[in-house]
Structures are given as structure tokens and as C-alpha cells.
């Protein structure tokens, strides 16, 4: 059974940073993809950023030059490092993990992240 576990969310200022971690379990987690995905209240679930198996990235076009993705295969953790956060930032930030069909079908509970202005 996968699980996926976030943390390092909490309340920040603008301009401010904070880092997320999310420890997988139950999974290759070498031969995943993993991201970020962010839901703020009342909008739909976005994609934020991803990160290869090889370590290549990918970042929504809102979050480029600010957030950065890396991974530990050794630790079977994925961080995503926010910098210069916006009040826009604010949202329930996921974790997911590909599958074999090379979907994302494993997600975390969230971690809540709110950025005053």
C-alpha cells in the first residue's frame, strides 16, 4: 500500500519561505515520478511541480524562478523549497507519485500552507 506523508506546512509572510517534505512508503520510489500539487479554497487542484526519476523538473508557470523540487532517493523524499511566497501561494499543498500506467494515483493527506500579506 503507498502512503505518502507531507509536512513543513504552517503560516509564513509575504516574501517569506518555507520548505515542504513528503516521505514515501510502498512504492519504487526510484522509478516514480513525483510532484506537487496545491488546492486553495474554493478552486480545483493544480499541478505545482515534478521531478523524474532522473531528477529532470518541471514548474507551473506561477511558481517558476521562486519554488524548487528535488528528491533523496535514499530517503524516499520529496521536498519542494518556496521562496518569495504570495498570498496567492496560499493553499492545501499534495503529494503524488506515478504508478506503473505512469498516472498520478497516489496522493498525501496535504499540508496546509497560508501566506499573509
Known amino acids: 500500500q503507498v502512503q505518502l506523508v507531507e509536512s513543513g506546512g504552517g503560516l509564513a509572510q509575504a516574501g517569506g519561505s518555507l520548505r515542504l517534505s513528503c516521505v514515501a512508503s510502498?512504492?519504487?520510489?526510484?522509478?516514480?515520478?513525483m510532484a506537487w500539487f496545491r488546492q486553495a479554497s474554493g478552486k480545483g487542484r493544480e499541478f505545482v511541480a515534478s521531478?523524474?526519476?532522473?531528477?529532470?523538473?518541471r514548474y507551473a508557470d506561477s511558481v517558476k524562478g521562486r519554488f524548487a523540487i528535488s528528491r533523496d532517493n535514499a530517503k524516499n523524499t520529496v521536498y519542494l523549497q518556496m521562496n518569495s511566497l504570495k498570498p496567492e501561494d496560499t493553499a492545501v499543498y499534495y503529494c503524488?507519485?506515478?504508478?506503473?500506467?505512469?498516472?498520478?494515483?497516489?496522493w498525501g493527506q496535504g499540508t496546509q500552507v497560508i501566506v499573509s500579506s
Open positions: 503524488a507519485a506515478t504508478g506503473a500506467a505512469g498516472n498520478f494515483d497516489s
Open positions: 510502498g512504492l519504487t520510489f526510484g522509478r516514480s515520478v
Open positions: 521531478i523524474g526519476w532522473s531528477g529532470g523538473t
